[in-house]
């Protein structure tokens, strides 16, 4: 009779667990908190950009090209130096540094580059609208890597291996630095890092800790959705300040586009991609909380909510994907040398 009694009362609790988390997923549904789907599929239909539809070859060719310094003025700079997959995908400065070692002029931050396919626009500003053109701004801006579009061209149409590979991936196009960046959008795109927030949001009950679901509770009912929502928990473009002063709102000279909206960053792979907000001006992920709550919510959270909120945050540290540093192809006597002036 007592084991009939503990075992009802084991179905009961169970029950309750799973209602309280179904409860919990679709409180995160109506909020517009999306996951990163589960089905191969479903994650490349998501991904994919039929003005340049994935291929592996495409996928592979980016990869090089990103790794590839020889991109830069220097030769010394490349994709991954301010996108360092082996970390974050960011640079964890505060500051982009490029050619030189000058720094961004507006005082800006590298934004990772993982999971940045889910943004609806990419810089700051929002100024490009996919990673394939985004990929190319940074190649030729001074302050970065430097390199003349022209001279981009002839380094990659001088080195046989990428000449090839252009002719075979894009067979009715000439080499161009938008092929170039349609090759590097590609494999950027394939960058995403599933979490077990993405777990716990496709069913998986068990994927969250108490405290971690308690956190995404609180992350909800204070607002901080408003914003960080859909499958990148951020990506389209807010005003910033809101409903208060920003502290921190004189380093640097950047407001924003011409209607003062900033790109919202995504929280995913938050704990690893310090410093925060655009101008890279706080390493305090606490801080970084009670800040946007009082310039966005115009809200004071307690210590409790915002402890709870960088409990949640915890769940959104995803799997990278395996990424081999790749051999890069041998250069020819035609190759334009490094320039360090």
Same mark, same amino acid.
């Given at each position: 009779?007592?084991?009939?009694?503990?075992?009802?009362?084991?179905?009961?609790?169970?029950?309750?667990?799973?209602?309280?988390?179904?409860?919990?997923?679709?409180?995160?549904?109506?909020?517009?908190?999306?996951?990163?789907?589960?089905?191969?599929?479903?994650?490349?239909?998501?991904?994919?950009?039929?003005?340049?539809?994935?291929?592996?070859?495409?996928?592979?060719?980016?990869?090089?090209?990103?790794?590839?310094?020889?991109?830069?003025?220097?030769?010394?700079?490349?994709?991954?130096?301010?996108?360092?997959?082996?970390?974050?995908?960011?640079?964890?400065?505060?500051?982009?540094?490029?050619?030189?070692?000058?720094?961004?002029?507006?005082?800006?931050?590298?934004?990772?580059?993982?999971?940045?396919?889910?943004?609806?626009?990419?810089?700051?500003?929002?100024?490009?609208?996919?990673?394939?053109?985004?990929?190319?701004?940074?190649?030729?801006?001074?302050?970065?890597?430097?390199?003349?579009?022209?001279?981009?061209?002839?380094?990659?149409?001088?080195?046989?291996?990428?000449?090839?590979?252009?002719?075979?991936? /894009?067979?009715?196009?000439?080499?161009?630095?938008?092929?170039?960046?349609?090759?590097?959008?590609?494999?950027?795109?394939?960058?995403?890092?599933?979490?077990?927030?993405?777990?716990?949001?496709?069913?998986?009950?068990?994927?969250?800790?108490?405290?971690?679901?308690?956190?995404?509770?609180? /992350?909800?009912?204070?607002?901080?959705?408003?914003?960080?929502?859909?499958?990148?928990?951020?990506?389209?473009?807010?005003?910033?300040?809101?409903?208060?002063?920003?502290?921190?709102?004189?380093?640097?000279?950047?407001?924003?586009?011409?209607?003062?909206?900033?790109?919202?960053?995504?929280?995913?792979?938050?704990?690893?991609?310090?410093?925060?907000?655009?101008?890279?001006?706080?390493?305090?992920?606490?801080?970084?909380?009670?800040?946007?709550?009082?310039?966005?919510?115009?809200?004071?959270?307690?210590?409790?909510?915002?402890?709870?909120?960088?409990?949640?945050?915890?769940?959104?540290?995803?799997?990278?994907?395996?990424?081999?540093?790749?051999?890069?192809?041998?250069?020819?006597?035609?190759?334009?040398?490094?320039?360090?002036?």
């Amino acid at each position: 009779m007592k084991i009939f009694k503990s075992a009802a009362i084991l179905t009961i609790g169970l029950a309750v667990s799973l209602s309280a988390s179904d409860a919990l997923i679709k409180k995160a549904n109506e909020a517009g908190l999306k996951p990163i789907p589960k089905e191969v599929n479903k994650l490349i239909k998501l991904i994919d950009n039929p003005k340049n539809p994935l291929t592996k070859e495409k996928v592979e060719l980016g990869r090089k090209l990103y790794f590839d310094p020889r991109l830069s003025k220097s030769g010394l700079i490349s994709c991954n130096t301010c996108h360092n997959l082996s970390i974050g995908g960011d640079d964890n400065v505060p500051v982009a540094t490029g050619h030189k070692w000058r720094h961004n002029p507006h005082h800006l931050n590298s934004p990772t580059v993982y999971n940045a396919v889910f943004n609806q626009k990419q810089f700051w500003d929002g100024r490009s609208p996919d990673l394939e053109d985004q990929a190319t701004g940074p190649i030729q801006a001074a302050p970065e890597m430097d390199m003349p579009k022209e001279v981009v061209v002839k380094v990659v149409k001088s080195i046989p291996e990428y000449k090839e590979a252009f002719e075979k991936i /894009f067979p009715n196009e000439e080499i161009t630095i938008k092929t170039i960046g349609k090759a590097i959008g590609a494999f950027e795109r394939t960058l995403v890092t599933p979490s077990r927030y993405d777990d716990f949001l496709n069913g998986d009950e068990k994927a969250l800790s108490k405290a971690e679901k308690e956190g995404l509770k609180t /992350f909800i009912d204070v607002g901080c959705a408003s914003c960080h929502n859909g499958v990148g928990l951020g990506g389209s473009m807010q005003p910033f300040p809101v409903a208060g002063k920003y502290k921190y709102a004189n380093l640097g000279d950047f407001k924003g586009d011409k209607n003062g909206m900033v790109k919202v960053p995504t929280l995913r792979n938050i704990l690893e991609t310090a410093p925060y907000f655009h101008n890279g001006a706080t390493y305090d992920i606490k801080e970084a909380i009670e800040i946007m709550a009082e310039t966005q919510l115009g809200r004071k959270l307690s210590k409790k909510e915002i402890d709870s909120i960088a409990t949640f945050f915890k769940a959104l540290t995803g799997k990278k994907p395996e990424i081999e540093l790749p051999v890069l192809p041998v250069e020819s006597s035609n190759t334009p040398k490094p320039n360090l002036d």
